[in-house]
T-cell receptor, first 113, second 110 residues
């Protein structure tokens, strides 16, 4: 049981490039989300999904797109990378009930130069 | 507008003693509050949660207390162990969205 798998673990992009951060979970969780963590701050929600075909914006959605074509996968796309998007990105999934908490991937460290 | 605040950036506790981590919130719409533990270069790990209608939840060495009138919650770890050294985050859950505090770095001294 792998849990939540994120790829790649590290990435360096040039300003203006696009890329997709991959996230897959094998726990059959309906709820998935993407967060970013910047130094000295808590995680901030970018986008989330309550099931296949359903996505919604979180606190900091600008510059990012998501789609949820299957229960297992929830990729995050950076449309045109900017230095302000340098951060650590975490994908998470959750069972139906909030009291079980989210299971997080190990993160993708992204640097935009 | 910080909806969830952890005012202590760090806390140092002797091994075997009680660790108390605090969190304040402003949003009364949170359904649940959760505590996560995070080691460097890893994703956060879920520790314990509490429903907004409860005032206490216990799981082994971890107990979370919720004071709704003060909009304050705390995580107690008894006894503290060296492996507890990590950054601890509290978060409020409202409609599938987690709002996080900035974290408290807990250091357990031998």
């Amino acid at each position: 049981n792998a849990g939540v798998t994120q790829t790649p673990k590290f990435q360096v992009l040039k300003t203006g490039q696009s890329m997709t951060l991959q996230c897959a979970q094998d726990m059959n969780h309906e709820y998935m989300s993407w967060y970013r963590q910047d130094p000295g701050m808590g995680l901030r929600l970018i986008h989330y999904s309550v099931g296949a075909g359903i996505t919604d914006q979180g606190e900091v959605p600008n510059g990012y797109n998501v789609s949820r074509s299957t229960t297992e996968d929830f990729p995050l796309r950076l449309l045109s990378a900017a230095p302000s998007q340098t951060s650590v990105y975490f994908c998470a999934s959750r069972e139906d009930s909030a009291n079980y908490g989210y299971t997080f991937g190990s993160g993708t460290r992204l640097t935009v130069v | 507008d910080q909806q969830v605040k952890q005012n202590s950036p760090s806390l140092s506790v002797q091994e075997g003693r009680i660790s108390i981590l605090n969190c304040d919130y402003t949003n009364s719409m949170f359904d649940y509050f959760l505590w996560y533990k995070k080691y460097p270069a890893e994703g956060p790990t879920f520790l314990i949660s509490i429903s907004s209608i409860k005032d206490k939840n216990e799981d082994g060495r971890f107990t979370v207390f919720l004071n709704k009138s003060a909009k304050h919650l705390s995580l107690h770890i008894v006894p503290s162990q060296p492996g507890d050294s990590a950054v601890y985050f509290c978060a409020g859950d409202s409609n599938y969205q987690l709002i996080w505090g900035a974290g408290t770095k807990l250091i357990i001294k031998p």
